[in-house]
Every structure is written in structure tokens, then in C-alpha cells.
């Protein structure tokens, strides 16, 4: 049974850091490339940021690049992402989902698993 489990959120104050993490089971970790996705109330699904199962390349919306950093612990079979100078525009749920493909994609229907999701509220 595939399992992702997100945690690290919380309410934090504009300008402060989180850092996220996915806890992954289930699956072969090494043969699936991660993102990390959000959804805001009445927003679709968008990426925050992905990487590549070798660890190679990630990706990063204009949104967030140069404030979130994606990386992964093969040992520990664990996603993270490092948010740095939150913004209110931030807040949303943050979803972990895997894809068993060797490139990042940016759209949500091309990731097989997620996990349930995690709060992150950025209050100014």
C-alpha cells in the first residue's frame, strides 16, 4: 500500500520559514520523481516545486524560485520543501504526490499518489 504522508504546516507570520516534509512507503522511492503542489479555496491545483527521481534537475514556478527549495533523503525515503520569506498569497493546503517517470510534470494529473495535505496559513 503506497502511502504520503505531509506534515510541517502550520500559521506562521509573513517573512518566516517552513519547512514541509512527505513521508513516502510503499513504493520504490528511487524510481519516482516528487513534487510538492498546492491548492488554494477555489484555485486549482498548481506545482510549487519538483524534482527528478535521479535528483538531477527541479523545478520551480516563477512564484516561488529563489524562497522554495525542494530536496529529497533516499534513506529516509523523504520529500521536503524549504519555504523561505512567506507570503500571505503562500496560504493553501500543500500536497506531496509522486509520479513513476523520470522527469518532473507540472500538472497534476500526471502524478499516480498523493498524500492528504497539510495547512500552511501565512498571515501578514
Known amino acids: 500500500q503506497v502511502q504520503l504522508v505531509e506534515s510541517g504546516g502550520g500559521l506562521v507570520q509573513a517573512g518566516d520559514s517552513l519547512r514541509l516534509s512527505c513521508a513516502v512507503s510503499?513504493?520504490?522511492?528511487?524510481?519516482?520523481?516528487m513534487a510538492w503542489f498546492r491548492q488554494a479555496p477555489g484555485k486549482e491545483r498548481e506545482i510549487v516545486a519538483g524534482?527528478?527521481?535521479?535528483?538531477?534537475?527541479?523545478y520551480y514556478p516563477d512564484s516561488v524560485k529563489g524562497r522554495f527549495t525542494i530536496s529529497f533523503d533516499n534513506a529516509k525515503n523523504t520529500v521536503y520543501l524549504q519555504m523561505n520569506s512567506l507570503k500571505p498569497e503562500d496560504t493553501a493546503v500543500y500536497y506531496c504526490?509522486?509520479?513513476?517517470?523520470?522527469?518532473?510534470?507540472?500538472?497534476?494529473?500526471?502524478?499516480?499518489?498523493w498524500g492528504q495535505g497539510t495547512q500552511v496559513t501565512v498571515s501578514s
Open positions: 524534482i527528478s527521481r535521479d535528483g538531477g534537475s527541479t
Open positions: 510503499g513504493l520504490t522511492f528511487s524510481t519516482y520523481s
Open positions: 504526490g509522486g509520479r513513476r517517470r523520470s522527469g518532473v510534470g507540472v500538472n497534476p494529473n500526471l502524478y499516480d499518489h
